[in-house]
């Protein structure tokens, strides 16, 4: 434990374990409620966009490259784009198909059922793997939750493997016959999505962290005719669903109008260079985020309001770490207490990685302290998922989820028992060699370097 972490509280030295620029409020009761209340009435509409036209980091990324500096990677025709407005009415393009999927370290090895479900709605609609879709291995995780969780990563380093990562989602292509750039990469975590976007705005504005990491891509040979390349937009996977959504309604197979879901969207999402976030006049009066809320109300489920409805999960990263119990205390009496009683949730849909392991994980923690609130927690594409015929245990792979999702699925008409028995009987096959495949694995082996 650092000498930090060991400070006490109220030495000066800030609140144990997370360093000195974190103080005591010493707020009495009454203080703090106003405070809260305050905040409440700030965030519940769009204010943040009524100041000054702030700068938009892509005009400076197309300077970069008019100069030579940067190859952009494009968003063209050939990747069908729809184009949506974020905060401040810019647009922006979203592409829905040749897409490079990057994938969550989180999502796999917790919730595997997230990414799946999104594959499963691509073959869904026809596309072919290897042409409109690619879900390689040569990747790795962005390393965010190290650089906010610990604080021992840092922007060089962030930077080096933003700049591999979206290389290999270039070059990616290449070995399946197309031209470089065929495939444009959608990311799937919140966490990798707001720390790229961050990251890219940092390599436009600074020139020496560019010819820093530009040092590091030579030597891994992730370099194109000497240039760093940098993607013309940072996608996350929710906003291909918000886009995709009516598309995705057109398979629904079980009526959710009877299910009252409650929407948590992450905060690397859209509080994390805020100015990128998809908004939509049509949901939410555009006051909030459209991606999670645009595809339930597309499936026609009751998307109820809640008052907590802008705080994080609990997840944090620095206190996940060091202060495990107030991320459990948090998102049980801040996010499930509050959809439980004052929304009576059915569901709790969210568009990341640590909000869905921290909201469905720690449930559990509520009963020793005499809050036995359950709410099923999943990620939107599963939801829709499930709305739409995939396998509760197959495909969405509620099994893997620690809140009960059984109450949920029979209330959408989906027969948890027999789906479940099915599924067992599969088990039998797989152990006999009899594997189903949702994607042909030797895709997934890239022919990238290091």
């Not at 042409?131 to 965010?144: G, K, M, V």
């Not at 891994?220 to 906003?239: F, Q, T």
């Not at 202060?323 to 049980?332: A, I, K, L, N, V």
Request: aromatic fraction near 10%; charged fraction near 25%.
């Amino acid at each position: 434990m650092s000498s930090t972490s060991q400070t006490p509280p109220n030495s000066g030295g800030g609140i144990a374990g997370h360093g000195s620029f974190f103080q005591e409020t010493n707020l009495s009761r009454e203080e703090a409620l106003k405070a809260t209340e305050w905040v409440r009435k700030h965030v519940d509409r769009r204010t943040v966009d009524l100041g000054e036209r702030m700068d938009d980091i892509r005009e400076h990324m197309w300077e970069l490259e008019r100069d030579g500096e940067i190859i952009v990677h494009r968003i063209t025709d050939a990747h069908e784009p729809v184009v949506v407005k974020t905060l401040f009415g810019w647009e922006k393009k979203i592409p829905t198909k040749q897409l490079w999927h990057h994938k969550s370290c989180g999502q796999c090895g917790n919730i595997p059922g997230y990414p799946t479900s999104l594959l499963w709605f691509m073959n869904r609609f026809g596309y072919v793997p290897g042409r409109d879709y690619l879900d390689e291995t040569d990747q790795t995780s962005c390393t965010a939750w190290n650089y906010h969780g610990s604080g021992i990563g840092n922007v060089e380093s962030l930077a080096a493997v933003f700049l591999r990562n979206f290389h290999q989602a270039y070059v990616s292509g290449l070995q399946h016959g197309h031209q470089a750039g065929h495939f444009f990469p959608l990311v799937h975590c919140g966490t990798s999505f707001g720390n790229y976007k961050e990251i890219r705005k940092y390599l436009i504005e600074s020139a020496e962290l560019r010819e820093r990491v530009k040092k590091i891509l030579d030597r891994l040979g992730r370099l194109v005719d000497g240039k760093l390349v940098i993607p013309e937009e940072i996608v996350h996977y929710s906003e291909w669903v918000h886009v995709m959504r009516h598309r995705i309604a057109e398979l629904q197979k079980y009526d959710v109008s009877n299910i009252r879901v409650t929407a948590h969207v992450a905060c690397h999402y859209y509080k994390m260079v805020h100015e990128d976030a998809v908004y939509d006049a049509g949901v939410l009066g555009g006051n909030r985020t459209a991606i999670v809320t645009s595809v339930a109300e597309a499936l026609g489920a009751q998307v109820i309001d809640y008052s907590t409805w802008y705080d994080c999960c609990g997840f944090g990263f620095r206190h996940i770490i060091s202060e495990r119990e107030f991320t459990r205390s948090f998102t049980m009496d801040r996010k499930i207490r509050v959809a439980k009683e004052e929304a009576k949730a059915d569901v709790m849909l969210t568009n990341d990685t640590g909000c869905v392991t921290t909201m469905d994980k720690n449930q559990w923690i509520g009963k020793a302290h005499g809050q036995d609130y359950q709410v099923p927690i999943m990620a939107d594409v599963q939801f829709a998922a499930l709305a739409c015929g995939a396998d509760p245990f197959k495909i969405v792979q509620l099994q893997w989820h620690a809140s009960p999702c059984e109450e949920l699925v029979e209330k959408m008409g989906i027969d948890w028992n027999a789906s479940k028995k099915a599924f067992e009987e599969y088990l039998k096959q797989v152990e006999q060699g009899n594997i189903e495949y949702l994607y042909d694995p030797e895709l997934a082996y890239g022919g990238g370097k290091a």
